[in-house]
């Protein structure tokens, strides 16, 4: 959760919310470990403190001292929290909760036997933590992807000619494409492109046809060679370029190849209208004061209206609050505990915690400063993003009752002419006319 600042890089009182918040969706992966790299990894069942590992390393230690195995292990799209997040569940609760157990030499001696522990995504609790990461991954990609288009600072040479190409780096692969028949697909397709130029160039430079990997003597022997034999094109096979493509961060478990082979039309006739199986996410909904999170709006109500001597449902009955109005008074009490100021003497505080106290110590949570100050427009929008509190308030009872409507909002009808004005401006009173004027005889011009 987002802290407040200190006031020294602002003048007191000034909004320091600059960006949308967002609470966290769910629990964390627990307290982080100094030295957790994307290369150096801690064993997930190792005491404190774990050493640590590379992947390989770690997954070799993890085999042959703990007879833990990973199922799949390539298809993980961010190892280091994955071994983060279990190892935190397996200080939790027993490793055979989670794990397949496999006994070898079963019929054999009781000393030659050994069990081992697969980890595997038929657990619905692994399924969907690599989901997770894998939705994460696809979201950094494509952020990574746009800043790309973007940058408006990028200077390249093509790698088969002099000329220069600025700004867009889809100008010079569709360059290189239409010049030199060298394609490398879609510039839309294409991720982390600046390192992709560079490992093609690194490896012309070496001398080494991007095709078939063939190490030549000379740069006119590499040229004709991959003229000749039709090599200006990457091997679709090699798993050095799959990072720098979108299409393969798309689905769990799926390499382009399949992705591409998948018919939309057959996808279509075997869809499967019946929605019974959806599995919602539950909705969490966080104290207005502290991280306290609850999956029912009865737990959170009766958790302020304890831990903080606030009651929502008393200052909803006391000031008629509507609808529209507990949005805004929620956005508002969200808004002054973030930038840690009371609401209620509208005193400033150095952190969320001394101000949470101040107020139960004061008493100052139901002590609402005037409407006018609150009930604004701006606080229709949610202060954090993902709110679950504003998806459970209720409508008032005097707004789902029509006949209140009459009482506090005019109805104002739409100006109705006069049939003799309908009659002098329409386009009808010439018919009419014509209808009323005697008929004209055939001999009439």
């Not at 005037?370 to 993003?385: G, V």
């Not at 104002?412 to 049939?419: G, H, R």
Request: negative net charge; contains cysteine.
């Amino acid at each position: 959760m987002a802290a407040c600042s200190d006031g020294k890089a602002m003048r007191e009182g000034q909004d320091c919310i600059l960006e949308p918040l967002s609470f966290p969706e769910g629990p964390g992966s627990g307290a982080p470990i100094a030295g957790v790299t994307a290369a150096t990894i801690p064993c997930a069942l190792c005491p404190d403190p774990p050493p640590l590992w590379e992947k390989e390393q770690l997954l070799k230690h993890m085999l042959l001292e703990h007879k833990l195995v990973i199922a799949d292990v390539r298809l993980v799209a961010d190892f280091p929290r994955y071994i983060l997040y279990w190892r935190r569940r397996f200080s939790e609760l027993p490793i055979t909760d989670f794990c397949s157990v496999i006994q070898t030499n079963s019929h054999g001696p009781a000393e030659k036997q050994e069990r081992y522990f697969l980890l595997c995504d038929a657990l619905p609790e692994d399924r969907v933590l690599r989901e997770q990461l894998q939705q994460e991954r696809l979201e950094q990609i494509l952020e990574q992807q746009q800043r790309e288009r973007d940058d408006h600072t990028f200077q390249r040479t093509c790698m088969f000619c002099p000329e220069q190409f600025t700004g867009n780096r889809a100008l010079l692969l569709n360059h290189m494409a239409k010049e030199h028949g060298f394609n490398v697909g879609l510039p839309d397709n294409v991720v982390h492109c600046d390192e992709f130029l560079d490992t093609l160039q690194a490896k012309l430079d070496s001398l080494r046809c991007l095709y078939c990997e063939r190490t030549f003597r000379d740069k006119n022997t590499l040229k004709d060679h991959m003229r000749k034999k039709l090599h200006r094109k990457i091997n679709s096979n090699n798993k050095e370029y799959d990072r720098f493509y979108v299409i393969n961060y798309l689905e769990l478990g799926k390499t382009w190849e399949e992705v591409q082979s998948e018919d939309d039309r057959e996808m279509m006739e075997d869809r499967d209208d019946d929605w019974s199986d959806w599995q919602a996410r539950p909705l969490y909904a966080v104290c207005l004061f502290c991280e306290h999170q609850s999956e029912t709006m009865d737990q959170i109500y009766t958790h302020m209206q304890d831990s903080h001597g606030f009651d929502l449902h008393k200052l909803k009955a006391e000031f008629n609050l509507k609808f529209y109005q507990q949005v805004k008074l929620v956005n508002f009490i969200r808004r002054e505990v973030h930038q840690c100021r009371c609401y209620g003497c509208q005193k400033k505080f150095d952190s969320r915690e001394a101000v949470v106290q101040h107020m139960r110590d004061a008493a100052h949570a139901m002590t609402l400063p005037p409407q006018s100050t609150w009930d604004q427009p701006q606080y229709y929008f949610p202060t954090y993003e993902n709110d679950g509190l504003l998806c459970a308030l209720s409508d008032s009872d005097g707004e789902s009752d029509p006949a209140s409507w009459s009482a506090d909002v005019p109805v104002i009808s739409e100006d109705v002419p006069t049939l003799e004005a309908l009659g002098q401006n329409s386009v009808l009173g010439h018919l009419l006319e014509d209808r009323d004027s005697p008929p004209m005889g055939p001999g009439a011009v």
